[in-house]
């Protein structure tokens, strides 16, 4: 499976900023998601990556707060913008595995804390 | 619509025994697929095990097996000989039959393996 790195893996942030978290793959996949994980939640989606183009976002999540970008097979960031304390979840990264049952696979999240 | 219940919200277990983790789904698909995933302390998220619809055996995984009862729609997560390590959270999945490759999560079985 594909390795997956998420910068930073976690941070404090004041309200009213914004945060932007990397994600890079070693290999070059189709398909990018990004999740939401608030306190003792599960995952919810926010947005598929999609490469060359506009993310496509789910209900309940815009662009304005969450914009994202995916210049390459490779790579993708997400920015959570003006941020508030109920913005502090984990952030997670997931790539399509093609071969085989089409797996998801995740990056190590990000935890971020905004006071 | 499409949806994931884990009615045990936790789990315990001493170590080297059996435990099994119950996942029920709706979907009125013919085809979708069901994924087990294992979220440490540390947040990420660790691919565990894969169903298809249409595969005619339980998926196994060296101590992870996934009792797969496709009238009951049920697919529960069976993990043999308990570790410590296994204390975690555990999320059921399922992908959506769309193109859009979306998991959608329960929300999850907190387990706590005792020495």
């Known amino acids: 499976s594909a390795v997956i790195s998420q910068k930073p893996s976690r941070d404090i942030c004041q309200r009213g900023t914004s945060l932007t978290i990397q994600c890079q793959v070693d290999?070059?996949?189709?398909?990018m998601f990004w999740y939401r994980q608030q306190p003792g939640q599960s995952l919810t989606l926010i947005a598929t990556?999609?490469?060359?183009?506009?993310?496509?976002?789910e209900s309940g999540f815009v662009i304005d707060k969450f914009p994202i970008s995916r210049p390459n097979l490779t790579f993708s960031t997400l920015t959570v913008s003006n941020m508030s304390p109920e913005d502090s979840s984990i952030y997670l990264c997931?790539?399509?595995?093609?071969?085989?049952?089409?797996?998801?696979?995740f990056g190590p999240g990000t935890r971020l804390t905004v006071l | 619509a499409q949806k994931i219940t884990q009615t045990q919200p936790g789990m315990f277990v001493q170590e080297k025994e059996a435990v099994t983790l119950d996942c029920t789904y709706d979907?009125?698909?013919?085809?979708?697929?069901l994924f087990w995933y294992k979220q440490p302390s540390s947040g990420e998220m660790i691919f565990l095990i894969y169903?298809?619809?249409?595969?005619?055996q339980n998926a196994t995984e060296g101590r992870y097996s996934l009792n797969f009862q496709k009238a009951r729609k049920s697919a529960n997560l069976v993990i043999s000989a308990s570790q410590l390590g296994d204390s975690a959270m555990y999320f059921c999945a399922m992908r959506m039959t769309d193109s859009s490759y979306k998991l959608i999560f329960g929300s999850g079985t907190r387990l706590l393996v005792r020495p």
């Open positions: 990556a999609n490469q060359g183009s506009e993310a496509t976002y």
């Open positions: 169903q298809g619809s249409y595969d005619q």
């Open positions: 979907t009125s698909d013919p085809s979708y697929g």
């Open positions: 290999s070059q996949v189709t398909m």
């Open positions: 997931s790539v399509l595995d093609s071969l085989g049952a089409d797996t998801q696979y």
